[in-house]
Nanobody
């Protein structure tokens, strides 16, 4: 299984980016999919998740309204559209997939078995 994240870059505050995560070796539509991020000196945190257990989509509270997670099953790819970006959104962003460990956001974020290499997002003027 391989996950390839891309789409990161340098963007000004208030700008937008769309991250992509292309998968091979499994069919993403059958699994829970998540986006995570890790800023320097901080722990990795869940940003968004689509659960295969309850069918719901979850977003980090502080980013709600600015994120949209979606997938293109024909391309076996998941996307994360990020709008109105802030400097505190600067981090390495990772995509991951696996089996949700129960319902709700915790079950969703904790179900990841496969991780892609990250893509750097830098929000700065």
């Amino acid at each position: 299984v391989q996950l390839q994240a891309s789409g990161g870059g340098l963007v000004q505050p208030g700008g937008s980016l769309r991250l992509s995560c292309a998968a091979s070796g499994l069919i993403l539509d059958d699994y829970t999919i998540g986006w995570f991020r890790q800023a320097p000196g901080k722990e990795r945190e869940g940003v968004s998740c689509i659960s295969s257990s309850d069918g719901n989509t979850y977003y980090k509270d502080s980013m709600k309204g600015r994120l949209t997670i979606s997938r293109d099953n024909a391309k076996n790819t998941v996307y994360l559209q990020m709008n109105r970006l802030k400097p505190e959104d600067t981090a390495v962003y990772y995509c991951a997939t696996g089996e949700a460990r129960g319902n709700g956001p915790i079950g969703c974020y904790n179900g990841m078995n496969y991780w892609g290499k990250g893509t750097q997002v830098t929000v700065s003027s």
